[in-house]
């Protein structure tokens, strides 16, 4: 009997002990936790009543004792710049496109809307990662002048697998791309480019096509354009584009704005990722009216060489090779393949 007795003591007091366990485990994770960022390729979570901090692009982003939320340190919301961006006039996507920048990035970074941007963890500081991780941006417009910037982060081996936070960025005019910026090969010639205003010698013609255009001279060519017209770069020099061309092929570019001194271009690579902005300034010299005088003659003495002057049927033509008469009823009509009577 004694024997008996021990033995539903000693069960007892296992029972009693399970019990025990059993409520201070479930006291333990009934309480709030927080997630440490450890070493490790996945994200690792601890118990822990104070708050936890971790490096995000060299700042503190601090975590809160809200079960797997986290806010972001305020000196990291306004380090990040955050632009709406220009998407090629020919693209297809009608997504929204934006750039977005911080001192941790070697260059700025272009995503579309809804985009995961990746970012990893080396040496304790984060930078962004081409091949999917834990961590990542997604951007969307929330107001025509806000932009709503979520920050996801996936937690393994827990039944709450992502976690984000929110915050608002205003959408900056500061053109970002020009930070830290590696200009393309093809766009380098915007660099040593300027503007020669309209042609004087072309608006003493009837050539209503050419005449109110502004010219840019880009390497050894000038170029005709105004902001409808859009600068393909092919067969290694830029040039305006056909009607029916396919630019999608090329780097293109295209007047933004054109201010008193200078024309504002934005330049596209062929995927549209890349994009570039240059102000091209008006050549000096053509703020002195003599030297306007000089270049009219100059101009005409030289393109004249180049082109045949005739008149049909009282009718005066300048022609130049390639040039096509056509005749309609009493009268003849130019048709010009080139426009640029360079």
């Known amino acids: 009997m004694e024997l008996i007795e021990n033995i539903k003591k000693i069960y007892k007091y296992l029972i009693i002990s399970v019990i025990s ?12 936790m ?27 982003i601090f975590l809160e004792k809200e079960f797997f939320d ?38 700025p970074i ?9 970012i990893k963890k080396e040496d304790n500081i984060f930078t962004r990662s081409l091949t999917p991780t834990n961590y990542w941006f997604v951007f969307n417009q929330n107001t025509n002048s806000r932009i709503k910037i ?42 040593k480019a ?29 170029i005709y354009i105004d902001s409808k017209d859009l600068l393909i770069f092919k067969n290694g020099s830029w040039k305006i584009a056909n009607e029916n061309e396919n630019t999608t092929k090329y780097p293109i570019a295209n007047i933004r704005k054109v201010e008193n001194n200078s024309i504002y271009l934005e330049g ?10 240059f102000v091209i300034p008006k050549k000096n010299d053509f703020f002195d009216s003599n030297k306007k005088n000089e ?25 130049k090779e390639g040039d096509i008469l056509i005749k309609e009823g009493d009268k003849f009509l130019v048709k010009r393949n080139n426009f640029d009577l360079h």
């Open 194 to 222: 300027y503007w020669l205003d309209k042609d004087l010698f072309m608006q003493t013609l009837d050539f209503k096509v050419n005449r109110e255009k502004e010219r840019l001279v880009i390497g050894n060519s000038t």
């Open 21 to 32: 366990i059993s409520f201070s485990l479930f006291y333990i994770y009934s309480k709030k």
């Open 150 to 191: 979520d920050l996801f982060a996936e937690i393994e081996n827990s039944e709450k697998k992502i976690i984000n936070t929110t915050f608002y960025k205003n959408d900056s005019d500061f053109l970002i791309k020009d930070r830290k910026k590696t200009i393309s090969v093809e766009f380098e010639e915007f660099n």
């Open 268 to 277: 596209f690579s062929i995927n549209g990722i890349e994009k570039y902005n």
């Open 110 to 118: 272009t995503v579309f809307e809804n985009e995961k941007i990746y």
């Open 34 to 60: 927080l997630f440490d960022f450890s070493e490790h390729k996945n994200i690792e979570f601890s118990i822990k009543q104070e708050n936890k901090q971790f490096n995000f692009f060299g700042k503190k």
């Open 70 to 107: 986290f806010s972001i340190n305020e000196d990291l919301i306004t380090e990040l710049i955050v632009s709406k961006s220009s998407q090629r006039p020919d693209s297809k996507i009608d997504k929204i496109c934006f750039e977005f920048y911080c001192s941790s990035f070697s260059t």
């Open 295 to 319: 270049e009219l003659i100059t101009s005409i003495k030289r393109r004249t060489r180049l082109h045949i002057n005739i008149i049909i049927n009282n009718q005066r033509f300048i022609i």
